[in-house]
């Protein structure tokens, strides 16, 4: 993919304009809520961490702080579904995701966000995403909502205090508009 004209319009007439991946932080006012945690759990008092045992009969051991940032993300992408849904954003094209630090790439991105947003016990933060597609210099499918909809519904952040029996946990999680290209003719090839 290529990059986007500076001034971030979505002209895709002609010429040698080439499509780009934006990602920038939503608009609207953040807000909080408090989630109880979904998932069951071995709290270790003495080390300050919990054990996950997964239905693989697979098990996990992480720091307390680890698990209360992925259980508070969790909680976030719960309530952007629903908010997306209540907006009625979800049938027009808007999915929902978690995205890693590591997966934001500066350089294909012509705003938003700082990564060190995602500086936390454990680098994730949510992804509300709506898919654009091309083939050549066309643009042949676009979702229903148009983004700036999009980013302006969606807080920057959430919130989240996780309501553990041990102690609560409480978390800002950054929520990332993604406007996602993808060549059409990519696709067909597979």
Known sequence: ???????????????????????????????????TPEREYEYLEDDEAVRIEYDDSSERTMSFDEWGRRRATAAAADEMRSLLSDE?????????????RDDIDESRTSRDP?????????????????????????????????????????????????LFEERNYTADVPILCWKHYADRTELDDV
């Open 1 to 35: 993919m290529g990059s986007l004209d500076a001034d971030d319009s979505d002209d895709t007439g002609g010429g040698d304009t080439q499509f780009e991946d934006v990602a920038v932080l939503g608009t609207a006012e953040p807000y909080s809520i408090a989630a």
């Open 114 to 162: 700082d990564p060190s947003l995602f500086d936390r016990e454990v680098d994730i933060g949510v992804t509300v995403a709506i898919d654009y597609q091309y083939g050549g210099e066309e643009l042949v499918r676009e979702p229903e909502t148009d983004f700036d909809t999009l980013v302006e519904s969606i807080p920057p952040y959430i919130e989240v205090t996780m």
């Open 88 to 100: 009625g954003l979800a049938d027009a094209g808007a999915s929902m995701g978690v995205i890693e």
